[in-house]
């Protein structure tokens, strides 16, 4: 009998990591950033990053979007799960695994966040 609520007390630890690890992702495909490859705002979010050097710091994924046709077509699916008609969607976007943030302020300011230590 003891035997059986020790494998039920670690099946349902197992299961409540596994929620709370999968709740972390928010989407299976992460966090994307959307770029143009002459786009000047895209620049100042790459120097950003660059010197910051989030990619040690967050997981996250880059598409170009201006020469990729793939991405290009992809983008449009995301802003459009985040409600914005074709003549709003401009790069630098960034698919944070729910929604669409717009602009370098606001990329730079949710990469910060998502890169600061959890305590």
């Not at 620049?43 to 994924?61: G, L, Q, S």
Request: charged share 25%; proline share 3%.
């Amino acid at each position: 009998m003891k035997k059986y609520l020790w494998l039920a007390a670690l099946g349902i630890v197992v299961v409540l990591v596994f929620i709370l690890l999968k709740g972390k992702g928010a989407s299976p495909e992460g966090i994307i950033l959307y770029y143009g490859d002459t786009c000047p705002h895209c620049e100042v979010v790459d120097a950003f990053i660059r010197e910051n050097k989030m990619h040690e710091k967050i997981v996250f994924t880059e598409k170009e979007v201006f020469q990729d046709k793939k991405n290009a077509y992809e983008l449009g699916k995301k802003a459009t799960l985040c409600g914005l008609s074709t003549d709003q969607i401009v790069v630098p976007l960034l698919w944070t695994g729910t929604g669409c943030l717009i602009g370098e302020q606001d990329i730079e300011q949710f990469l910060t966040v998502r890169s600061l230590p959890r305590l």
